[in-house]
């Protein structure tokens, strides 16, 4: 059975209507990509979905993100070496848990093994966009308002993945709030790493602050693939293609939806006869850009690509 359901479209009001429909049914956690373009064959270079560390560190082999928790994470050197910092979040990290400091530390662009993901399909929407570089008008085409900057086969994805499923088919481990380095072996499955972090707040003590991880309704899947050199939907869906013949499973639904979309629907639409809303500012409106999802600089970082919209 083939569990990815891929649909290509080329107008963000569908994609809105897909994805919304598609987390109406409260078992999906949603991550956008912006992908490039491959110059080759002239289409689409699909990013597959790889941590950032292992994206950075592990072509080489000579680093390892278990090595890295228990380096860079530890208690003892992360008081020594941070310590001393006059940030305030990292004078309250100093007596957080491991999977505190890298909840914190993903938002800021730290490499980490963890992946985000989001509840929220528009926020995913969002981060996808985020990549898609400005433009101040393009082509204009009077009849449909679009601007055609781009190949009309470029595009961003939005991949919603069904929790339910995976978690009937796969049993997987949920990520524990205790020294994620002495039990970081306990996540080793088929040949990598992987685990759920469905409900991570609930791992961050009460007086702990992530605002970016509440506002951005985020929640991960850990991903250590150093083993291999599969994204996580490859991995999924070899694992789960194994289980449903070994166990004679049967799944009615996919378990992944990939939703992509054209690059140019991203762009400020022109038309002569009327003034059209653009995506950027359907997701201003329904509060789902930078200014509400960050509490500091990242937020203009992010939304000041769209500053012409």
Request: aromatic share 16%.
């Amino acid at each position: 059975m083939n569990i990815i359901s891929t649909l290509n479209l080329d107008n963000w009001q569908l994609i809105v209507k897909e994805l919304q429909s598609l987390e109406s049914k409260k078992r999906f956690i949603f991550r956008g990509q912006t992908n490039e373009w491959n110059d080759k064959k002239q289409d689409t270079l699909f990013w597959p979905i790889i941590s950032t560390f292992n994206r950075y560190y592990c072509d080489d082999g000579l680093y390892d993100f278990k090595t890295f928790l228990n380096q860079q994470y530890s208690d003892g050197l992360f008081q020594d070496f941070y310590g001393n910092y006059n940030s305030k979040h990292i004078k309250q990290l100093i007596d957080s848990t491991q999977l505190e400091r890298i909840y914190f530390f993903q938002h800021y662009g730290i490499p980490t093994c963890l992946l985000d993901f989001t509840y929220d399909s528009l926020i995913a929407l969002y981060f996808a966009i985020s990549g898609v570089k400005a433009s101040s008008g393009g082509t204009h085409n009077p009849f449909t308002g679009k601007s055609t900057n781009y190949p009309k086969n470029l595009l961003i994805s939005i991949y919603a993945i069904d929790y339910k499923i995976l978690k009937n088919i796969i049993n997987l481990k949920d990520l524990k709030n205790s020294d994620l380095f002495l039990n970081y072996d306990n996540y080793f499955f088929e040949n990598n790493y992987l685990a759920l972090d469905l409900t991570p707040m609930n791992n961050i003590g009460s007086n702990r602050e992530n605002y970016n991880l509440k506002n951005q309704k985020g929640c991960f899947i850990l991903f250590d693939n150093k083993n291999s050199k599969e994204g996580l939907i490859e991995y999924l869906d070899r694992i789960v293609q194994q289980r449903i013949i070994e166990d004679k499973i049967d799944i009615q639904e996919p378990l992944v939806y990939q939703l992509n979309l054209d690059y140019n629907s991203v762009l400020k639409p022109h038309s002569y006869t009327e003034r059209l809303e653009s995506l950027f500012q359907f997701l201003t409106k329904n509060e789902r850009t930078g200014k509400y999802l960050f509490n500091d600089l990242q937020g203009l970082k992010y939304d000041f690509n769209f500053f012409h919209n």
